[in-house]
Every structure is written in structure tokens, then in C-alpha cells.
């Protein structure tokens, strides 16, 4: 009997051991707090980690979060300057830094912040109207955090962040804001399209004014080019003009040709001055009868000549050599040799026959001239005078009729 009640004992004995030691030992997580009381009042504040308290003697009070937490609040009607109601949503950021502050300062410390946020966000925004509320969110925030911090700071709590999640004007004000919002973008748009349309005719404008002097620049260096091409043109025209002149005079005067081979020569070139279809009147030239009285005197000379031996020395007096047969030159259409006969289609009229010999009298061009025609003075013998003897037949290149 006395066997079993030790046993009970021990056991017992054993039970309130256990319970003791388990009751010594306190884990706190990290990022907690515990607060010991002893016989009611504030021990000692247990960090994280393993810790040993006196059982049935320290008593140990729920544990505190020291980590920063969120709270966010319902919205909270506030009235602004301009007697607006507004409905402003805010969300609180807070950490515990004092556990023993946060747990004997205040009874609730979530409670007490949210009732201090909504009566210092109505003292802040009472005092804006509702567009500067709208666009001062950072004011207000500051505004908020500060005094938060000032009034937590007995109570081990720090307020980090405090932000306005939302602010909700009523219906109409909202409607009205919307219909000002449109109206001024409108007017935005309205200058930015106008702004656009000014620099692109600006634009415009002075792309056509350049491309405009590029044009007359580009035309007028054009226009100077072709004149200088023009000119060097004439000038190697002019040039090669000269030179050919030159050459033919030179020609001429080494070959001394007499006044009747000329004469001849221009005879020949009488046919070409009435070509063309719009001739209607032919203009004989003053020249022509000089022409004829050596073409006569030439006829004459070789008449007589082919009529008498030819003679090997020149005639004194300065009269011209006799020409031989073969150095006379093939006659015109309407001529015929020896003898200086004419063609009969010509042998008929007695003023032509008499002009080509020397004499005077008119000769009818109306054949040519449409029958306009006047009268040819023919003056005397033609002579035997060289070409540099004449000044008539002498004075240019463009007075000859042909090139020899």
C-alpha cells in the first residue's frame, strides 16, 4: 500500500517537473516581441529566440508583430474649402518600435491610428478646395505622415508611408469635371491642330521659296552657260568664216584671175538667186551689167582668137593672152562655139545680142520676175583689167556672187 502511494507520488512529482520546465521555456519568433509580467506587472520584454521565465511567476502576454504593417481604411467622408463632399480612401503603413509603449500607451493601437488619420485628413483637406486636393496627394500624404508620426511616437508606434488611395467627388461634380476635362482638351486640340497647320504652311512655304531660287539660280546659270556656248559657237564660227574667206582670197589673188572669168562666174550663179517657190519678183543687181560687158567682151575675145593663130609673147599695151582652146571654160546652156553664136531661143532678140556685145539697150526679166522687169545699162568693153583692178568687183567676199 505504502508502495503505491510512492509511486503515485513520484509520477506526480515527475508531471510537475515536466510542466515546470515546460513552462520556463519560451521560443519567440523573429520579428516578435514578448512582454513578462510578474504578479501583474511589467518584467522584461522577450526578444526572438529561446528564453526562460519562472514558471507559475512570470506570466507572458500575447506577442507583438514588429514588422511594418498595412492598414487600409474605409472611405471617409471629407468636406473641402469649397463645401464639397468627398469620400477619401487611405491606406496606413506603421511598424511596432517599442513593445512595451505599444502595449501598456494605448489599449489599441490600430484602432487609435485610424481614428487619428481620419481626423487629421479632415483638418488637412478641410483647408483645400477639390482640384487643389486633386492634384496635391503628396502634400496631403506628407501632411499626414507627419502629424501620425508626431502623436504615435508615445505610443512605440512609427508611422512610415501614409497614402490616398482614392478620393470620390460626387455624381454631378464628377460629371461636371468630365464635361471641363473635354472641353479642354477640345481647346488643346483644337491649338496643337492649328499649330501643326502654321509650321506646315511655314514649312511649306519656304520648302517652294527655296525650290523657287534653286530654279531661277539653276535657270539663270543655265542661261549663262548656253550664251557662253553660244558665244564660243559664233566666235569658231566667225573664226572658221575668216579663215575660209581668207583662203579663197588668197586663192584668188594667186591665181590673178582677169574681170571676164569673173564675170563669167557670176553669170552662173544668176540662175540660183530666182530658185524657190515663194519668189515672186526677181531683184537684178546693180552689178549685173558690169558682168554682162565682160561676159561680151569675153565672147568677143574668143571669137577672134579661135579666127587667128595664137600667139606665143603678150600683145604690148598690156591687153591679156590670147586663150588657147582648151583652157576655155565650158560655155553656159544657151551658148555655142566657135564663133560666139548664140542659141537660137535667143538669137532672136536684138537688145540681148547688142548688150552682150558692148552695146546698150533693156533686157526683159518679166520671164523670171513674173513680168516685172526693167532695163540693164550696159556700158562699153569690159576691158581686160585684172580683178584687183576693179573696185567693183573687189570690195568683199560677198560682192563676188559665187567662189571661184
Not at 468627398?86 to 513593445?99: H, K, L, M, N, S
Not at 508615445?154 to 476635362?181: D, H, N, T, Y
Not at 551689167?289 to 569675153?298: P, S
Not at 600667139?311 to 586663150?323: D, I, K, L, R
Amino acid at each position: 500500500m505504502s508502495s503505491l502511494i510512492a509511486t503515485i507520488l513520484l509520477v506526480v512529482l515527475a508531471v510537475a517537473v515536466i510542466a515546470a520546465v515546460v513552462k520556463s521555456v519560451r521560443i519567440v519568433p523573429q520579428a516578435s516581441a514578448g512582454i513578462v509580467e510578474r504578479f501583474g506587472r511589467y518584467h522584461r520584454t522577450l526578444n526572438a529566440g529561446l528564453n526562460i521565465v519562472t514558471p507559475f511567476i512570470d506570466h507572458l502576454r500575447p506577442l507583438i508583430d514588429l514588422r511594418e504593417q498595412v492598414v487600409s481604411f474605409p472611405p471617409q467622408p471629407v468636406i473641402t474649402m469649397d463645401n464639397l463632399v468627398v469620400g477619401i480612401d487611405t491606406v496606413i503603413y506603421f511598424q511596432v518600435t517599442d513593445p512595451r509603449a505599444a502595449t501598456y500607451e494605448v489599449a489599441n493601437y490600430i484602432t487609435a491610428v485610424e481614428q487619428l488619420t481620419v481626423t487629421t485628413l479632415r483638418n488637412v483637406v478641410g483647408g483645400m478646395e477639390l482640384e487643389h486636393a486633386l492634384t496635391s496627394r503628396d502634400r496631403i500624404n506628407s501632411e499626414l505622415r507627419k502629424e501620425l508620426d508626431e502623436a504615435t511616437g508615445k505610443w512605440g508606434i512609427r508611422v512610415s508611408r501614409v497614402e490616398l488611395k482614392a478620393i470620390e467627388p460626387p455624381g454631378s461634380i464628377q460629371e461636371s469635371m468630365q464635361k471641363q476635362m473635354r472641353a479642354d482638351r477640345d481647346k488643346r486640340a483644337a491649338i496643337l491642330s492649328a499649330e501643326g497647320s502654321k509650321q506646315s504652311a511655314i514649312l511649306t512655304a519656304e520648302g517652294e521659296r527655296q525650290a523657287a531660287v534653286l530654279k531661277a539660280r539653276g535657270e539663270s546659270e543655265a542661261l549663262l552657260l548656253r550664251a557662253e556656248a553660244d558665244a564660243k559657237a559664233q566666235a569658231a564660227r566667225a573664226r572658221g568664216q575668216a579663215e575660209a574667206i581668207s583662203t579663197v582670197f588668197r586663192a584668188i589673188h594667186d591665181g590673178n584671175p582677169d574681170q571676164r572669168l569673173l564675170a563669167y562666174q557670176y553669170m552662173q550663179m544668176l540662175p540660183q538667186l530666182a530658185q524657190g517657190d515663194a519668189n515672186k519678183v526677181w531683184i537684178v543687181p546693180s552689178e549685173i551689167g558690169k558682168a554682162l560687158e565682160g561676159i561680151g567682151g569675153f565672147f568677143s575675145g574668143a571669137a577672134s582668137q579661135f579666127a587667128a593663130p595664137p600667139a606665143s609673147a603678150p600683145v604690148p599695151g598690156g591687153a591679156a593672152p590670147a586663150v588657147p582652146a582648151a583652157a576655155v571654160p565650158e560655155l553656159p546652156e544657151g551658148f555655142s562655139m566657135p564663133g560666139a553664136q548664140l542659141h537660137p531661143s535667143v538669137a532672136g532678140d536684138s537688145s540681148l545680142e547688142g548688150w552682150l556685145t558692148g552695146g546698150s539697150g533693156t533686157v526683159d526679166d518679166g520671164a523670171v520676175g513674173d513680168h516685172e522687169g526693167g532695163s540693164v545699162p550696159g556700158a562699153g568693153d569690159a576691158g581686160g583689167a585684172p580683178l584687183h583692178h576693179d573696185p567693183a568687183l573687189m570690195q568683199g567676199p560677198t560682192e563676188m556672187g559665187a567662189p571661184i
